[in-house]
């Protein structure tokens, strides 16, 4: 069975940095599509980054500038680098995995298969 693991999520500063981690098995990873999203309490689940198959990325414009989302095929892992965080950051953030994806359809969390449990990201002022 197909399953995603998220790590790296924690406490930190406004100003500091995480990256976070996403391991997948039970599917070939190479390929898929691999995007981030975010839920702060009481909100909506919010799109934060992509990555392709081919490598080509697409950001949520509020965090273009901060974050960068990365993946190695042969440790079957996605990445976030979160840089500059800001208290608004502070979210579950999740990763999913979608093979079949348009390009059209990226940015919304219905059209993805697979979901990992999620890991807390807290920014303190």
């Known amino acids: 069975q197909v399953q995603l693991v998220e790590s790296g999520g924690g406490l930190v500063q406004a100003g500091g940095s995480l990256r976070l981690s996403c391991t997948a098995s039970?599917?070939?990873?190479?390929?898929?599509?691999m995007a981030w999203f975010r839920q702060a309490t009481g909100k909506e689940r919010e799109f934060v980054a992509a990555i392709r198959y081919s490598g080509s990325t697409h950001y949520l414009d509020s965090v273009k500038a901060r974050f960068t989302i990365s993946r190695d095929n042969a440790k079957n892992t996605v990445y976030l680098q979160m840089n500059s965080l800001e208290p608004d950051d502070t979210a579950v953030y999740y990763c999913a995995a979608d093979r079949q994806i348009i390009l059209s359809s990226i940015r919304g969390a219905e059209h993805y298969d697979y979901w990992g449990q999620g890991t807390q990201v807290t920014v303190s002022s």
């Open positions: 039970g599917l070939t990873f190479s390929r898929y599509t």
